[in-house]
């Protein structure tokens, strides 16, 4: 089948001559012959490492389909998705109608970006000080709420209540603010 061709139509030249069971047949009949073309679909997880490096998740599912007919292919279920990874993009063939050739689907699978959060504080006392009392940090996967405890295994909310308990404000935007404004 020539490519760019979904399906063929033949004529079959139907000869036969000889001897069945005692009788002589002679026959020069065109049989006709239908042939579709099939394409296989192929799809392919992948996780990306930092080096830009892919990597398999799971192995390729490959799927045949009539050519002219319609395709669809999936990404990875939630559970299936490595930790701290999310999809890049939905591959731009990952549904269509087949043509002559066969398809690769591929889902690409990159890291989480990292966000960072710090909460600085100051002394209310003094709020012309930049002396910073105290300072929390961590990091996280950006998107997702960032949930971490210090050295001590306290969370962030039971350190800010202690530091306003002693008298310390948190300080917006890393400048020190006057605790008796409003905003």
Known sequence: MQDGKES???DLQNLFTGDHKGSTFDN???MPLHVDRYVQVTTNWYKQDANGKPTPIKSSVN????SGKNYSTDPLSTAEIP???HLQEIPTNATGTTGAQNIIVNYIYVQNAVQQAQLNFVDDDDPSSTKMPASISAQGDAGSEIN???????????IVEGLKADH???AKGGV???PSSTD
């Open 8 to 10: 063929v139509d033949y």
């Open 28 to 30: 020069n009949g065109v």
């Open 63 to 66: 799927v045949n389909v009539e």
């Open 83 to 85: 930790q701290n990874y």
């Open 148 to 158: 971490f405890k210090n050295q001590e295994g306290k969370s962030v909310a039971e």
């Open 168 to 170: 310390y404000v948190l």
């Open 176 to 178: 020190v603010t006057n």
